[in-house]
């Protein structure tokens, strides 16, 4: 197998090709003056099975774009199978019409990445899994929350409490609760379908005194992790942290946070930022060689 370097995710896929002992294939890109990308893949790939390590967090429509050439390219130059390894997909919140007259773009994105060549697609806790089971190929979502969990045992918060901003995502809290071997909780998120303005209620948990870490997918406005901190503030944990494997941090999204008293915030490299402190290469590697 070999494994090209998307120009989102060059440092990701240099350290999946080096787990794998794979061969790399770098590509040279540019921006033409009026906005439009070009590339070009730099190695052969004549009946090779090749994977594309390339993220498409913002900007997301550049980036996959870049995704589609690069597909396109490979088959092209004679790829026997192309595989999209994608740690953020872009587009996979919109994955059921909430209001009527909208599409759903998830679907939209996986059908323009098929008619680009795309045969099969990677991503990394996708926020909905069900939606690749509409995708025009094989796809399927990897966890990275049993190494942020991890991450948090190595630097002593081992028995921490694994917390979800959402009901809707206890299945994250819960799978970090099996390697922080503590207690796992949930609070009650609303968001306004038209203002995006996110909600949270009051509620009873036992974190006094406690360890607290706010698991979630992504973190973008930040909205969700500052409403879910100043709950919790009121019931007195020891610490807060902050653990999501997308860092978007869109804005003043990392000082908001941190201006709630949120102690750290620790996120992985499907999107490289300054928290970026685990790396998805041990998950994605696995994945690739089975
Ligand atoms: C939504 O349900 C997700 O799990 C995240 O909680 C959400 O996308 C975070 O967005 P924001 O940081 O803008 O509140």
């Known amino acids: 197998m ?11 896929g240099k350290q999946v090709a080096q787990t794998l002992k ?4 770098p590509v040279a890109f540019k921006t033409f003056p009026d906005g439009e990308n070009y590339l070009r893949l ?10 594309i390590v390339q993220t498409t967090s913002p900007p997301q429509d550049t980036r996959l774009i870049q995704l589609a050439l690069m597909a396109d390219s490979a088959k092209r130059n004679g790829a026997k199978k192309v595989t ?24 939209t994105i996986a059908r323009m990445l098929k ?20 995708f025009p190929f094989p796809a399927r979502s990897v966890s990275a929350i049993p190494l942020l969990a991890e991450y948090f045992v190595k630097k002593g918060h081992a028995k921490a409490f694994a917390l979800s901003p959402d009901k809707g995502a206890i299945h994250i809290a819960e799978e970090a609760r099996k390697i922080l071997g503590g207690e796992c909780g949930y609070l009650e998120k609303n968001r306004d379908r038209y203002t995006g303005q996110v909600s949270m209620e009051m509620k009873t948990l ?10 979630d997918d992504i973190v973008s406005s930040g909205g969700t992790i500052v409403a879910a901190a100043k709950i919790l503030k009121e019931l007195n944990p020891q610490r807060i942290y902050v653990a999501c494997v997308h860092p978007l941090l ?19 490299d499907s999107v490289p930022s300054s928290v970026s402190k685990v790396s998805l290469a041990p998950v994605i590697s696995r994945e690739l060689a089975r």
Not at 115 to 124: F, K, S
Not at 206 to 215: A, E, H
């Open 2 to 12: 070999k494994i090209i370097l998307g120009p989102a995710s060059t440092q990701l």
């Open 206 to 215: 036992d974190i006094k005194s406690k360890t607290v870490i706010i698991f």
């Open 250 to 268: 869109i804005g003043k999204a990392e000082r908001l946070i941190l201006q709630t008293g949120v102690e750290e915030i620790v996120g992985t």
């Open 84 to 107: 999209a390894i994608v740690p953020y997909l872009a587009y996979a919140r919109q994955d059921r019409i909430f209001l009527q007259g909208e599409p759903i773009s998830a679907e």
């Open 42 to 51: 730099e190695g052969q790939l004549q009946n090779e099975d090749v994977a």
């Open 22 to 25: 794979a061969e790399t294939v």
């Open 115 to 134: 008619a680009a060549g795309v045969e099969q697609l990677i991503t990394v806790n996708v926020h909905q899994d069900k939606v690749l089971s509409h």
